[in-house]
């Protein structure tokens, strides 16, 4: 059972891990974005 | 357009996320504890479905890999890296879950036996090729290389596949197609529904990491864009 309780563990923090990471990349480029277009619009 | 993609995605995830529940259920719940392995027989459903999940996104790079060959387009390039990452996760978990199952099964955490040392041989070719593809250059010359590497795993995923085969060990056993020998017994029909269902669950979450991805690098071409125009204006 312990084994079982490791495997499943790893499985779904690696995965959730993986979506946190990109969810991380998408808010960091929306601000990114965000603060160019309006330096671009106030030009 | 962008609203339908949106759509899509959160359609998707909606949609994931009963669907893990529900795989999770069968796992533990549903599916009846194998007689001689027990409880950690059911490692084998996600394992599966993971390593399929891999072997699908490494043909996926492949495909892309031969068209950026072909005719190198910035599209097919980031596709293909894209897919490699998710491919390189899944291979991770693979690698995972067979040392966890090995230690239950087999007493140790690892053993050189073909299948293992192949799919590890796999996931250093895609690590590889994540780190050809943060090379400093054009990208062009970046894309070909990298496709290059591209090629070379997804010729290794066959061989992945047909290890136990080719190979006769003993350790992992051929569960499905009769192989040389009619080695590849099948399992129960409840066992093989919840095979089915994890894979389908597994392949669903690889196409929304992969659409989310995308969505992430027309992002990144979207601010270096605006970079791009900022620059153009001060210099100007």
């Known amino acids: 059972m312990t084994y079982l309780f490791l495997a499943y563990s790893i499985i779904w923090t690696l995965i959730a891990g993986y979506i946190v990471i990109l969810g991380k990349r998408q808010k960091a480029l929306k601000k990114e974005l965000q603060l160019l277009d309006e330096w671009n619009t106030e030009q | 357009m962008k609203q339908k993609s949106g759509f899509i995605d959160t359609a998707?995830?909606?949609?994931?996320?009963?669907?893990?529940?529900?795989?999770?259920?069968?796992?533990?719940?549903?599916?009846?504890?194998?007689?001689?392995?027990?409880?950690?027989q059911k490692i084998f459903y996600f394992h599966v479905s993971c390593a399929w999940v891999a072997f699908l996104a490494f043909f996926t790079v492949g495909y892309y890999s031969v068209r950026t060959l072909i005719k190198p387009n910035i599209k097919f390039h980031i596709h293909a890296g894209i897919s490699a990452e998710i491919g390189v996760l899944f291979t991770t978990i693979t690698l995972l879950t067979g040392m966890i199952w090995g230690k239950s099964s087999w007493n140790t955490w690892w053993?050189?036996?073909?299948?293992?040392?192949?799919?590890?041989?796999?996931?250093?070719?895609?690590?590889?090729?994540?780190?050809?593809?943060?090379?400093?250059?054009?990208?062009?010359?970046?894309?070909?290389?990298?496709?290059?590497?591209g090629i070379i795993g997804v010729i290794n995923v066959p061989i992945v596949f047909m290890a136990i085969r080719w190979w006769n060990t003993k350790l992992h056993p051929v569960v499905f197609g009769d192989g040389k020998n009619q080695d590849g017994g099948g399992i129960e029909p409840p066992m093989l529904f919840t095979l089915l269902f994890c894979i389908f669950t597994i392949t669903l979450l690889y196409a929304y990491l992969m659409r989310k991805g995308i969505e992430i690098e027309k992002m990144r071409h979207a601010v270096k864009k605006a970079k791009n125009k900022a620059i153009n204006r001060l210099a100007g």
Not at chain 2, 124 to 145: D, N, P
């Open chain 2, 12 to 40: 998707m995830f909606y949609l994931l996320i009963p669907m893990v529940f529900a795989a999770l259920y069968f796992v533990f719940i549903w599916s009846p504890v194998e007689k001689f392995m027990g409880a950690p």
């Open chain 2, 111 to 149: 053993t050189w036996e073909p299948r293992l040392a192949t799919t590890l041989i796999l996931w250093f070719i895609y690590v590889a090729y994540l780190f050809v593809r943060r090379m400093e250059g054009s990208w062009e010359k970046i894309a070909k290389l990298s496709a290059v590497f």
